[in-house]
């Protein structure tokens, strides 16, 4: 059994202490035989109405469902009939799996085998599904049970940060009687800078992240709270919505769709919440923008129109997966898993798309993000911890096509010309030339928090530094992501020097 298999099987585990319920046979010493060919994808059809938006706890429910029922013929005299199962599965409250067991009623009549239907949904897709397409966890519900109320800090013992003494330039986290010291990528003087604009505009929690795209090197992974001054590891805990960073996603899924940064469609209302009737074409639509500038807007009704028309839940899980998301990011701290549910349902799907779903994000991750833009394509584990010189670094992984990559950052710099962040970004004598960028907001109501976003990078044609800060508010608020993003660009830009461009004296020209 492969990793893979062995991970989507992880949650059916429990079945293999009830097999023999299902077992055929009144021999107890003979092994239950394995379900023909056959029998495994007339299970596997039955599962079908699932979908991958189930997920492991989907099937799981199948499966004791299928158990009960078998368990209750066992003590019915008129146990056997597997047509009396699918009846009473597909009864009309039982649900989507009610009607999928209904179907697996074989033509022989025999009974739902559990081992074979737990296996068959082991299997499913196994060899279409990439890592992250299911999320390796329950998904907690943006409006219902909103995880930031349960955040909480990252123990000493793992937060090399805050263990770091300043040696020279550098932050170095000692090592004991046996392990090396720890050179960090950070630079003291940004991390210093970010945290003290926190600090001077009391913001209730506060992240700012800095990384050098190519290399992955973490400049800065600054934070403060002023509600709660002890708490510590805010740039790597997934539990603030992603709100529309997520457009990103769906943004990179369009392009890969097709869809021209130029694509327009027309649009009415949606600034703060969606409904069905606004993804179909209506005389009240008053505006009309490109992908691009939609983008740079956060045009939540286009978004959602171009994902019901254009984009199934397979591809935007695809895409999310490949960048990431309900996918373990290696790094030197424990960093959470950025959490995405992605549903069927086509105004669902086109909620998410806007960036109104269940997706939640860590700054660290929404720098790397950014970053993925800026290399063309191209995602590069971040990295706290100088390597060794003779250490090698790992290839990026390409999840995007250069093409691809560069129509992104066509549609992110709108944000900054034209966009969300075009007034912050003008303000006199704080300018960052050539910046591009995602703004992204959205609030819990009780208690009331704002998740203010920006995520970034620049220079556009040569990237130097990739940026992503988040401010949670109160109702009374000072600054916003967007103010705490370009600060984050620019005091970056002034610390890292551009490279130095070599080029032949003149007399040289044409000697060899």
Known sequence: ?????????????????????????PD??????????????????????????????????????????QRAQAASPD???????????????????????AATAPEDSRPVDARALAEALAAKDAAALEPGMVPPMPVPSREK????????????AQDLVARAKLEGNKLVVKGGKSAPDQVLTIDPGLQASLTKIMQNYQVPYGAAVVLEPSTGRVLAMA????????????????????????????????????VSPDTEACFHGGNRRLNERQLEDSDRDGACYSLAL???????????????????ADSLKRMAARLRFNREIPFAQPLDVSLAYIPEDGFALANTGAGFGDVYLSPLHGALLAAVAANEGRWVDPTLVEPEPFMPMPEPEPVLTPTAAHELTRMLEETVTHGTARGVFRERGFQVKDAVGKT???????????????VGFAPKDNPRVAVAALIVNDPKWRIRGSYLGREALRLALERIPAPVELTAPAGAAGKH
Do not use: C
């Open 1 to 25: 059994m492969t990793m893979r298999r062995f991970l989507a099987a992880l949650p059916l585990f429990p079945l293999t202490l009830l097999l023999g319920a299902s077992a055929p046979g």
């Open 28 to 69: 107890a010493n003979t092994a239950p035989s394995p379900a023909a060919p056959s029998d495994a994808q007339a299970l596997a059809q039955s599962v079908s109405a699932l979908g991958t938006d189930a997920g492991p706890v989907g099937a799981r429910a199948l499966v004791e469902k299928v158990e009960a029922e």
């Open 79 to 101: 146990a056997g009939s597997s047509a009396s199962v699918a009846q009473t599965q597909g009864a009309p409250d039982s649900g989507t799996a009610g009607e999928a067991v």
């Open 145 to 156: 049970a909103p995880p930031f109320g349960k955040l909480q800090g990252l123990p000493r």
């Open 223 to 258: 934070e403060h709270s002023e509600a709660k001054p002890e708490l510590r590891g805010l740039p790597i805990r997934a539990v603030y919505p992603a709100a529309s960073i997520f457009k990103i996603v769906t943004g990179s899924a369009l392009l890969e769709a097709g």
């Open 294 to 312: 939609a983008m740079g807007k956060s045009a939540n009704v286009i978004f959602a129109k171009m994902t019901s028309k254009h984009l199934t």
């Open 440 to 454: 992204g907001t959205l609030a819990d109501r009780e208690p009331f928090r704002d998740y203010s976003w920006f």
